[in-house]
């Protein structure tokens, strides 16, 4: 899970929060491990790994391979580490900016879930993924798309408008949730062949509205909590009235995205990741 374009917050990520509230996308990112195809000796990216909730289920089907573990987040990446000390040399850490990232080697496959949609050039982010997967390589991601989070959104951004639109001046979105078309356009320009995307709905549910006020305040919402807010009566704070939460949540999040392609073979040189991939053929 790597943080919000080029803005960690005054707080950022909570990797104990994090690593109690992510059942939803540890749920989803089942469901992406179960479409890769692994012999199980590959070297795997996971993309955004988050607290390594995921991760551990990665090595697993890796029974003879390893994993790199990509976050932005230094305090993600701690407790991923800390999560997966019982895999120890099977795990290699990297805090990177996945849109710049380099690997002294390819990967044979990357493996990404709720992730890219807090990084916001996917243009950049595609084509630094082709250049650290060996041709032919496999990416199989899973993220936010289209109308995901759009009730939420909308009310958020009514209440800046309202009531703190002095403290958001300078503000943008965090997220860019693509739809399926724009994504297949931008992966096969990065060089991915045999591309598929498309949206499935997720609607996810809480057992309580205080589950999901912790999920928005914690895992959602944090870059809008860090900005520099006054203080306001509890009675006061949407995010903390129970029946808010109870509207939101059945719609929480309605569309999760998936996008997943090849990496078209081509000329590799030698100590030099940044080939340029040829062109990809002709989407079937």
């Known amino acids: ?17 994090y690593d ?3 059942d939803p996308q540890y749920a989803w990112g089942q469901s992406v491990l179960d479409r890769l195809e692994l012999r199980g000796d590959e070297t795997v990216l996971d993309a955004g790994c988050g607290s390594g909730r995921l991760t551990a289920l990665l090595l ?21 580490r800390a999560n997966l000390a019982e895999y120890g040399q099977r795990v290699t850490y990297l805090r990177a900016d996945l849109e710049t990232l380099e690997l002294e080697r390819p990967v044979a496959a990357i493996f990404s879930t709720a992730t890219f949609h807090w990084i916001l050039d996917h243009d950049r ?15 199989e991601a899973q993220c936010g798309g289209g109308p995901n989070l759009a009730r939420l959104r ?3 951004a009514r209440l800046i408008d309202e009531r703190y639109a002095r403290y958001f001046a300078d503000w943008h979105e965090p997220w860019l949730f693509a739809d399926p078309s724009e994504s297949a356009a931008q992966l096969e320009n990065a060089g991915f062949v ?4 498309s949206l499935e709905p997720a609607p996810t549910h809480f057992d309580s509205a205080g589950d999901f006020r912790l999920f928005l305040e914690r895992v959602v919402l944090w870059p809008h909590l860090s900005r520099r807010l006054p ?11 129970p029946h808010t939460a109870a509207r939101l949540a059945p719609a929480a999040v309605p569309g999760r995205a998936r996008r997943r392609g090849r990496q078209r073979p081509r000329p590799v040189r030698p100590r030099l990741l940044a080939t340029e991939p040829e062109r990809p053929a002709s989407r079937p």
Request: hydrophobic fraction near 45%.
């Open 1 to 17: 899970m790597s943080s919000p374009g080029g803005q960690e917050g005054v707080a950022g990520w909570d990797p104990d929060a």
């Open 20 to 22: 109690r509230l992510s």
């Open 60 to 80: 697993e089907r890796l029974p003879h391979g390893r994993v790199i573990a990509v976050d932005k987040s230094g305090a993600m990446l701690a407790k991923a």
């Open 125 to 139: 982010l595609f084509r630094a993924l082709a250049t650290v997967l060996v041709p032919g390589g496999r990416l």
């Open 154 to 156: 909308a009310r958020v």
């Open 194 to 197: 045999d591309v598929k995307t």
């Open 231 to 241: 203080p306001l009566p509890r009675a006061r704070r949407p995010l903390a009235a």
